[in-house]
T-cell receptor, first 114, second 115 residues
Framework: KQEVTQIPAALSVPEGENLVLNCSFT??????LQWFRHDPGKGLTSLLL?????REQTSGRLNASLDKSSGRSTLYIAASQPGDSATYLC?????????????FGTGTLLAVQP | KAGVTQTPRYLIKTRGQQVTLSCSPI?????VSWYQQTPGQGLQFLFE???????NKGNFPGRFSGRQFSNSRSEMNVSTLELGDSALYLC??????????????FGSGTRLTVV
């Protein structure tokens, strides 16, 4: 059974700091991994999608890496801003069987202090 | 390009009632999935529809059902509501179901409160 864990559960940093969020999964048989942010009162916003054959994806100040063999992904946020404050979720799309569902991690609540 | 639209945004229902939630996917997307988010359980998969057929179902009781129409719009129904059904219900659409290479786009959700 696929389990996805995110560390840390919560993080508070001063504005301008670079930070790394971690995601680990137990079953490496995945199609892809997607990072989302969840803002209160809003739905999920997709940040980055990494296919199982890829090592990393970048979008602006965000960089996500994937090491499928070790079951790990990291989301790097450069020069953090107060607007980055949200809950960050990683989700894997499993391979085989019921392929078309995402298994979500527990989330990291990020607070960027001005 | 319009995003995923969920209606209504908020609902308050009484125990024992039933409720229907609606989701309109991004134009051209044929796969619609539903997720339930609660503080205790996080995001849990409910079911997924592709071309009007339910392809996958999560571990939820039969009170939770859904359907998809020919225009890919989807509805989710919960009958005999319980207090524990209070949650944020999120709909996600994806371009297709082939080989899992597509990402998901989520709607803003419907906040259901059962009293």
């Amino acid at each position: 059974k696929q389990e996805v864990t995110q560390i840390p559960a919560a993080l508070s940093v001063p504005e301008g700091e670079n930070l790394v969020l971690n995601c680990s999964f137990t079953d490496s048989a995945i199609y892809n991994l997607q990072w989302f942010r969840h803002d209160p009162g809003k739905g999920l916003t997709s940040l980055l999608l990494i296919q199982s054959s890829q090592r990393e994806q970048t979008s602006g100040r965000l960089n996500a890496s994937l090491d499928k063999s070790s079951g790990r992904s990291t989301l790097y946020i450069a020069a953090s801003q107060p607007g980055d404050s949200a809950t960050y979720l990683c989700a894997v799309r499993r391979h085989g069987g019921a392929t078309n569902k995402l298994i979500f991690g527990t989330g990291t609540l990020l607070a960027v202090q001005p | 390009k319009a995003g995923v639209t969920q209606t209504p945004r908020y609902l308050i229902k009484t125990r024992g009632q039933q409720v229907t939630l609606s989701c309109s996917p991004i134009s051209g997307h044929r796969s619609v999935s539903w997720y339930q988010q609660t503080p205790g359980q996080g995001l849990q998969f409910l079911f997924e529809y592709f071309s009007e057929t339910q392809r996958n179902k999560g571990n939820f009781p039969g009170r939770f059902s859904g359907r998809q129409f020919s225009n890919s719009r989807s509805e989710m129904n919960v009958s005999t509501l319980e207090l524990g059904d209070s949650a944020l219900y999120l709909c996600a659409s994806s371009l297709g179901a082939d080989r899992g290479i597509y990402g998901y786009t989520f709607g803003s959700g419907t906040r259901l409160t059962v009293v």
